[in-house]
């Protein structure tokens, strides 16, 4: 069935380290992929989203690239900030079917 | 702020009880989206309507129901609660239907069931 995984947290880094979070999926059709971010407390707030294969979505430095031979979009930064802590959920909604999955979250904590 | 808007923000109730949390989306989003977080389960997409009518349904449990009114508000009724209802009810709009659309999350219902 459609999924997605990605990788368990949480992630501690230091101010300015260089930051991945894997994410793949499974999914009949032609999913859309996205990356939600929930500061605590708060509800999700899209961060970046990629509607097919080899679109990189991009936002606040954030970076994550759509691809279908990996069945991938892992989430990359060159240099995080203490205000990147935060969960970040891996989602995809395969539009023909009306079908939403998020994935479990990570937790990251950048340390000043 | 996403302009969406939940209430309760929390609601402590007792087993076997019913209970309905009510959501408003942002003017203009035609689409509500109704989501359960837990500690163990994650984040799981319940329900979704678009325009007052029912258009996909995820892991929503028999003792759920949602609807939502012509006046693109939505309420999800939760009955027979038990222990493992307690979570975090997200409530989602977005202006249309589909991965091309962002949702925009409401801050949540805390439900905790003693």
């Known amino acids: 069935g459609d999924s997605v995984t990605q990788m368990e947290g949480p992630v501690t880094l230091s101010e300015e380290a260089f930051l991945t979070i894997n994410c793949t999926y499974t999914?009949?059709?032609?999913?859309?992929l996205f990356w939600y971010v929930q500061y605590p407390g708060e509800g999700l707030q899209l961060l970046l989203k990629a509607t097919k294969a080899d679109d990189k979505g991009s936002n606040k430095g954030f970076e994550a690239t759509y691809r279908k031979e990996t069945t991938s979009f892992h989430l990359e930064k060159g240099s995080v900030q203490v205000s990147d802590s935060a969960v970040y959920f891996c989602?995809?909604?395969?539009?023909?079917?009306?079908?939403?999955?998020f994935g479990s979250g990570t937790k990251l904590n950048v340390k000043p | 702020d996403s302009g969406v808007t939940q209430t309760p923000k929390h609601l402590i109730t007792a087993t076997g009880q019913r209970v309905t949390l009510r959501c408003s989306p942002r003017?203009?989003?035609?689409?509500v989206y109704w989501y359960q977080q837990s500690l163990d389960q994650g984040l799981q997409f319940l329900i979704q309507y678009y325009n007052g009518e029912e258009r996909a349904k995820g892991n929503i449990l028999e003792r759920f129901s949602a609807q939502q009114f012509p006046d693109l508000h939505s309420e999800l009724n939760l009955s027979s609660l038990e222990l493992g209802d307690s979570a975090l009810y997200f409530c989602a709009s977005s202006p249309g239907q589909g991965g091309s659309y962002e949702q925009y999350f409401g801050p949540g219902t805390r439900l905790t069931v003693t």
């Open positions: 003017s203009g989003d035609l689409s």
């Open positions: 999914a009949t059709g032609y999913p859309s």
């Open positions: 989602a995809l909604d395969v539009y023909n079917f009306n079908k939403f999955y």
